[in-house]
């Protein structure tokens, strides 16, 4: 989080940036726990839910790298891609 100090607003670093730099800024939190869903829930769900073509990319990409080669009858990161395809 960024502390904004004139306004006190704190804004995501992924807001800040231009789009090319959002989806690397996004995708980046999935490899904060590799394996661990988890962490989706905690990190990467704002992000899903964001009205930004980049940072919703983003954040698909971290849910993909963050539950790449997770074996689980309940596939997490299937569920939430598909929601978010439609």
Not at 33 to 39: D, E, I, K, L, R
Not at 47 to 75: F, H, M, P, Q, R
């Given at each position: 989080?960024?502390d ?5 607003d ?16 996004v ?18 769900m ?41």
């Amino acid at each position: 989080m960024i502390d904004d100090e004139e306004s006190g607003d704190k804004r995501s670093f992924a807001l800040t940036v231009t789009e090319e730099l959002q989806i690397a800024a996004v995708a980046s939190l999935g490899l904060l726990c590799p394996w661990n869903t988890a962490t989706i829930d905690d990190h990467l769900m704002q992000y899903l839910d964001n009205e930004g073509k980049y940072i919703k990319a983003g954040a698909s990409l971290g849910v993909g790298i963050c539950s790449a080669g997770v074996n689980d009858d309940n596939d997490i990161a299937f569920g939430l891609l598909s929601d978010s395809a439609q």
